[in-house]
């Protein structure tokens, strides 16, 4: 049970380039979640999904895409990475319902834009 | 939206000393997590709360959320060097799409030996 995994582990772009990153888990859990974090700025949620083929919006969803062909994977696409999109990207799945859901994270990306 | 809004931003303590972290809600809390991070790692969950003035404890640390449901603190009891990370609230959020977590900026704990 390898939990929640996340590909790559670090990642250097140039400014125009794309790139997706991959998470997987193995968890079974029907929801999971692309976040960002960012110094002073906390963990922002840029889109989830609550399901196989399904996908929202969060917070900041502008300039990223992604999809959830699989329960398992989590996709997070960046089409044409900008420098604002340095940041150390998180993944997260849970399953839902019942009051002692938690939450289960990767152990992130970090991206640089140059 | 709800918004969660940390307190401390950063605290340095000597090691054996308690500290406290408050998290403060703009909504009623109806789920309020509490999360540890050390850097260049994902988030590890420390407690969940749900009920008004409920209180939970893990080894030293205790976290409460308050009657109203708007405020949770997390109390560490002599402080050692391994509680040293960025310590994070999350809130739930019901959304029409689904659930999902809505978390404070965080604060970063340095626990000097």
Not at chain 1, 1 to 16: H, S
Not at chain 2, 36 to 47: A, D, N, R, S, T
């Amino acid at each position: 049970n390898a939990g929640v995994t996340q590909t790559p582990k670090f990642r250097v772009l140039k400014t125009g380039q794309s790139m997706t990153l991959l998470c997987a888990q193995d968890m079974n859990h029907e929801y999971m979640y692309w976040y960002r974090q960012d110094p002073g700025m906390g963990l922002r949620l840029i889109h989830y999904s609550v399901g196989e083929g399904t996908t929202a919006k969060g917070e900041v969803p502008d300039g990223y895409n992604v999809s959830r062909l699989k329960k398992q994977n989590f996709l997070l696409g960046l089409e044409s990475a900008a420098p604002s999109q340095t940041s150390v990207y998180f993944c997260a799945s849970r399953l839902p319902g019942g009051p002692q859901e938690t939450q289960y994270f990767g152990p992130g990306t970090r991206l640089l834009v140059l | 939206s709800q918004e969660l809004e940390q307190s401390p931003q950063s605290l340095i303590v000597q090691e054996g000393k308690n500290l406290t972290i408050n998290c403060t809600s703009s909504k009623t809390l109806y789920g309020l997590y509490w999360y540890k991070q050390k850097y260049g790692e994902g988030l590890i969950f420390l407690m969940m709360l749900q009920k008004g003035g409920e209180e939970k404890s893990h080894e030293k640390i205790t976290a409460k959320l308050d009657e109203k449901k708007q405020q949770s603190s997390l109390h560490i009891t002599a402080s050692q060097p391994s509680h040293a990370g960025i310590y994070l609230c999350g809130a739930d959020v019901q959304e029409t799409s689904g659930s999902r977590l809505t978390f404070g900026e965080g604060t970063q704990l340095t626990v000097n030996p």
